[in-house]
């Protein structure tokens, strides 16, 4: 006979419950509901009370920051149409800029109320959060000494796209790189140089940036002649070379207004100086200098007036002596001098004598 054969031979039978015991068992299960159902109902109410508001203050929020979006790109659209629009503003390139800044603000903003409002129903559960707060606190800190750098970066990578201090296509002067911007993001900046190479330059190590492709750009040509020359001959033929390149294409488009003489920058003795400047497109100056000090020279030429400057001319040297590298006659050269008797062995005595 196996063990539970003999168990459940031995063992007595469960009673039934009865009727009573059933009673008074509903009883208890109805009066504990009876005495925690206002609780169950204030915990109910105080949740569904702070999903709504959480939820329309996120939708309010969204959509203030969504007509602020709106606003700002109507502001663009209008200063598009004046003179400063033609030269500082980008439409399109601030509608997506405005746009990327408004999709990470609503994120932000639902993230902060949606979290904030999830904490409150675990408190209406009479859940204890101050542990769980005090270890996010100590998380928090940890990272934030761990991970300072990272934090500059993204706090200057966000200040940065708010300003629009930069973007893609910008020649710039980070300081630590220049180039032109491939890449903009939270952290990093991707620049390419001159030379072809890529710079990835990070947001909190740019002290300062200087954008070349923002507003306009200067091209400064000086013109050094001799100070004998005409200046209002100068002058003209200054004017006219300029006036004749602003005409031709594509010259008209990068000068963005005429081509001033702004007047004597230096006076010398063996020289003077015509400084020549004109205001051009973005990043188009050094070729527009190159074209100006081209055109400027050919007129130059045909008006008979000559450029100078550079080192001044070697004076020729005289010609030199055919007996400056010969010695001074010797004593000894001359067989009657005294020099050359005493110097002369003694003859030798005749012994047959």
């Known amino acids: 006979m196996s063990w539970s054969a003999l168990a459940a031979a031995t063992d007595p039978e469960p009673l039934p419950a009865t009727l009573d015991e059933a009673a008074e068992k509903a009883t208890n299960a109805a009066s504990w509901v009876e005495e925690n159902w206002s609780t169950w109902l204030n915990t109910g ?8 508001v959480a939820l329309l203050l996120r939708m309010a929020v ?4 969504t007509k602020l979006i709106e606003r700002m790109n109507r502001s663009a659209q209008a200063v598009e149409g004046t003179a400063l629009g ?3 503003v980008n439409t399109e390139r601030r509608r997506q800029r405005s746009e990327a800044i408004g999709s990470v603000l609503r994120s932000v903003a639902s993230f902060l109320i949606l979290g904030t409002a999830g904490l409150m129903i675990l408190g209406a559960f009479k859940i204890d959060l101050a542990p769980l707060l005090a270890s996010a606190g100590v998380a928090g800190v940890a990272i934030g000494f761990g991970a300072r750098n990272l934090v500059t970066d993204f706090l200057s990578g966000v200040f940065m796209i708010l300003e629009d201090q930069y973007g893609v296509g910008d020649s710039v002067d980070a300081g630590v790189a220049s180039g032109e911007v491939v890449e903009v993001g939270l952290r990093v900046t991707k620049l390419r140089g001159v030379d072809g190479e890529i710079w990835y330059v990070r947001n909190g190590e740019i002290k300062r940036i ?3 492709s923002q507003g306009w750009a200067t091209a400064g040509v000086d013109v050094t002649v001799r100070p004998t020359e005409d200046l209002d001959q ?3 033929v200054i004017v006219e070379a300029a006036e004749a390149m602003a005409k031709e294409e594509p010259w008209n488009e990068r000068l963005w207004g005429p081509v001033e003489v702004l007047g004597l920058s230096e006076v010398l003795l063996d020289s003077m100086t015509v400084r020549v400047s004109a205001k051009t497109m973005p990043g188009k100056a050094l070729g527009v200098e190159r074209e100006l000090r081209w055109r400027i020279k ?3 030429d045909e008006a008979g007036i000559r450029i100078v400057g550079g080192l001044p001319a070697q004076p020729e040297e005289a010609a030199a002596d055919p007996t400056a590298g010969m010695s001074a006659p010797s004593a000894f050269a001359s067989a009657t001098s005294p020099q050359s008797a005493a ?3 003694l003859p030798k005595p005749d012994l047959n004598k």
């Open 45 to 52: 109410l105080r949740i569904l009370l702070i999903l709504v």
């Open 62 to 65: 969204r959509r203030a920051l």
């Open 86 to 88: 033609g030269l500082l």
């Open 210 to 212: 200087g954008n070349l």
């Open 234 to 236: 100068v002058r003209s």
């Open 298 to 300: 050919r007129g130059l």
């Open 343 to 345: 110097a002369t062995p």
